[in-house]
Structure formats: C-alpha cells, structure tokens
C-alpha cells in the first residue's frame, strides 16, 4: 500500500503543473501578508515567531526539493505494482 502511495505521489510530482504550483506558493509564502502575519513581537521558547517561519519554510522547501529528485529518478515505464514492462 505505501509503495502504491508513493509512486502515485512521485508520479503527480512529475507533472510540470505541479512544480509551477509549489514555485508560487513559494512565493507567495515568501512576500508581504504571510511575512507580516508572523512578524510579531511574539516568541515561543525565546526564538522569535518570523524566524521560526523562515526556518519551517526552508526545511519544506528542501524536503519538496528532495521529492522532486525522487520523481525524476523514477523510471517512466514503472507501472503501480512496482513493476517494470
């Protein structure tokens, strides 16, 4: 079941729609609304909360990164069953 999962997933990763979607949630994460929503005065255990958001944002974006490396390695002719014809 995960294997199915996961070659579903590094197919849908694959299309070219998906890596202008997360480009430009990218960059919307990264402009003006979401930076001043979290650039507050606030802290959580004496880190403040805009780096805290920049650090998840990175670590997201270089684990995206990561599966999009997998859905390119993935062999086209690799059917759901792991199979290849």
């Known amino acids: 079941m995960w294997h199915k999962l996961?070659?579903?997933i590094l197919k849908r990763l694959r299309l070219?729609?998906?890596?202008?979607?997360?480009?430009?949630?990218?960059?919307?994460?990264m402009n003006h609304p979401f930076i001043s929503i979290f650039n507050?005065?606030?802290?959580?255990y004496h880190i403040p909360?805009?780096?805290?958001y920049l650090q998840i944002?990175?670590?997201?974006?270089?684990f995206v990164i990561?599966?999009?490396?997998?859905?390119?390695e993935l062999p086209e002719d690799e059917d759901d069953r792991?199979?290849?014809h």
């Open 82 to 84: 792991g199979e290849r």
């Open 66 to 72: 990561y599966l999009y490396t997998k859905a390119i």
């Open 16 to 29: 070219r729609e998906s890596w202008v979607i997360f480009f430009i949630l990218g960059i919307i994460m």
């Open 49 to 52: 909360l805009l780096f805290i």
């Open 57 to 62: 944002g990175w670590l997201v974006s270089i």
């Open 6 to 8: 996961r070659l579903l």
């Open 40 to 44: 507050k005065p606030y802290q959580a």
